[in-house]
Nanobody, 123 residues
């Protein structure tokens, strides 16, 4: 079991940057992969990025490739999403989610979710 809390959202102008954090509190020592998702008003939730437990494997949606980078510091139980060159289209509530690391790359059906953090990009 894992509990996730996102932070770092806010208002930024187009072209700017934000770094989101996903702090995890694990109830066991199981290893989890972490995904980032976002949901804009009136739209379906969409995949943004994912990172394996080791940090050695990452995956990005085409819409954010080259602009977003996810990383993790397991000593701090924290996963990061560095968002650069932000666009108004990136405006959404961003969620982090966790799934057993053995399922990384095999499913988008994440088991544990944070509460979300709002990212607003102004033009």
């Amino acid at each position: 079991q894992v509990q996730l809390v996102e932070s770092g959202g806010g208002l930024v102008q187009a072209g700017g940057s934000l770094r989101l954090s996903c702090a995890a509190s694990r109830r066991t020592n199981r290893r989890y992969a972490t995904g980032w998702f976002r949901q804009a008003p009136g739209k379906e939730r969409e995949f943004v990025a994912a990172i394996s437990w080791s940090g050695g494997s990452t995956d990005y949606a085409d819409s954010v490739k080259g602009r977003f980078t996810t990383s993790r510091d397991n000593a701090k139980n924290t996963v990061y999403l560095q968002m650069n060159s932000l666009k108004p289209e990136d405006t959404a509530v961003y969620y982090c989610a966790a799934v057993d690391n053995t399922k990384y790359g095999l499913t988008y059906e994440y088991d544990y979710w944070g509460q979300g953090t709002q990212v607003t990009v102004s033009s």
